[in-house]
């Protein structure tokens, strides 16, 4: 054995010689060459520990060029997967990352080294670790990494974060990618590099195509506005992942993502947004493979009261049933969540209905004691859904709205001059049924 490592380290001294004479010569093939045979040696002696050393030394020689240095990292990284264990491999990862931070030209090699640091830190429960590892590098600034992979090590900072419950930098790394980034058609994007243009990488065979990359980000948001129980952000989330080609031909795919925007539509707080993807979602032919909940929806559009028992007994095991499906529960606040919706909903209905109203019977018709139609008639006037005041020794709602000064002239104006044109026009009328008279009296 030590015959042996005799032999690599004279080896590796006439390589070291001859790597010193063509880097002063500026020779780049050449120095290339000689880097690259010195690793090899150690790698097929199974020296991991000079690998290290040969690899920190070769990187801190007087002068030595870029490219020397990128060959260097690039066939050290193809013998991470062949290291004998885990310590070993870590300490190649490690060695590497140290010899090519704050280096531009193998920045991208410096990212993917993380990526795998932080997957093995992860796989060792460390996931605190590992999402501080991942956060380090800013890929977005890395003009020669191709677009896919970028998205792909951004998606993989927020689902750490997202694992480690640092819902603020989940959301701030997310910002990073615009959602218009996964419209765009990759065959019309292919265009020749122009010169002096940088070179983009081809990404490595493991990155997911764009579409796959689109899926993964919705699904990574969705766990996000889940936390904030973010109804209508949800089914935005859900409505673009059904957007996705693949998703749309598969009737076993779309079927669990329709109901579930069908579901967080339901959920989501009353609002111009809202009602507009009612709307567009009622408009989908394929809503009429699910019927139960086309109905559901066409109760929410149509203008009458619901009866909130009658409902819930009709889509309790539906409701119970997502848990089963693709996204899992509704949240744990959901089943209360639809019946406050419900209530909404009869309060709107019944404003357009009546401009007053006793409490007693609003309360009836929502099919709740008479304090809790106060509360939630009250937090809708609050949250300004609709505008109304309740006279509590009358016990009295008024639905009108209350018209300042200028309105009250405005409108008496307006009424006014209506009046002066229907007492014009009559005039003219009589006026003109005279004159015929007249006419037909002197024949």
């Not at 992860?122 to 590892?133: N, S």
Request: one cysteine or more.
């Amino acid at each position: 054995m030590e015959g042996k490592n005799v032999n690599l380290e004279a080896a590796i001294d006439q390589l070291l010689n001859v790597e010193k004479q063509m880097r002063l010569a500026g020779d780049v093939a050449a120095t290339k060459k000689a880097v690259t045979e010195i690793l090899q040696l150690c790698f097929e002696a199974k020296d991991w520990k000079s690998l290290n050393e040969q690899i920190v030394n070769l990187s801190k020689k007087r002068g030595q060029l870029k490219q020397a240095v990128t060959a260097m990292v690039q066939q050290a990284m193809q013998y991470i997967d062949q290291t004998p264990d885990l310590e070993t491999r870590i300490e190649l990862i490690k060695t590497l990352n140290s010899v090519s931070a704050g280096k531009i030209y193998v920045e991208i090699e410096r990212a993917r080294l993380i990526r795998r640091l932080a997957k093995i830190k992860e796989e060792q429960g460390l996931i605190a670790e590992a999402a501080d590892l991942m956060q380090e590098v800013a890929v977005e600034t890395f003009g020669a990494m191709a677009k896919t992979e970028k998205i792909a090590f951004i998606l993989e900072q927020v689902r750490l974060c997202l694992d480690r419950q640092d819902y603020v930098r989940a959301q701030i790394l997310s910002r990073k990618i615009s959602p218009r980034v996964f419209d765009v058609d990759p065959s019309k994007e292919k265009k020749k590099p122009k010169e002096g243009d940088n070179v983009v990488e081809e990404p490595p065979a493991d990155i997911p195509s764009l579409l796959e990359l689109k899926r993964i980000y919705y699904e990574l948001m969705i766990r996000y506005y889940f936390h904030n129980n973010d109804y209508l952000e949800i089914c935005r989330c859900y409505k673009a992942i059904y957007e996705i080609p693949s998703i749309r031909e598969d009737p076993s795919q779309w079927i669990p993502v329709l109901r579930k925007i069908c579901w967080y539509l339901i959920l989501a707080p009353h609002d111009p947004m809202q009602s507009s993807l009612l709307n567009s979602t009622l408009e989908d032919k394929n809503l009429s493979e699910i019927p139960k909940f086309k109905l559901l929806l066409k109760q929410l559009v149509t203008m009458e009261v619901i009866q909130w028992t009658s409902l819930w007994n009709l889509y309790k095991d539906e409701f119970e049933n997502e848990k089963n499906m693709l996204g899992g529960s509704l949240g744990d606040k959901a089943a209360e969540d639809l019946r406050m919706r419900i209530i909404e909903h009869n309060i709107l209905v019944v404003s357009k209905y009546y401009s007053r109203i006793t409490l007693k019977r609003l309360a009836e018709l929502l099919c709740l004691t008479v304090q809790e139609a106060e509360k939630h008639l009250s937090e809708m006037v609050v949250s300004k859904a609709l505008v109304a005041k309740i006279d509590r020794p009358m016990g009295i709602v008024c639905f009108q709205v209350a018209k300042d000064s200028n309105e009250v002239l405005n409108a008496w104006a307006v009424n006014l001059e209506k009046l002066l044109d229907l007492v014009e026009k009559s005039c003219h009328q009589i006026h003109k049924e005279t004159m015929v008279h007249k006419a037909a009296l002197k024949l």
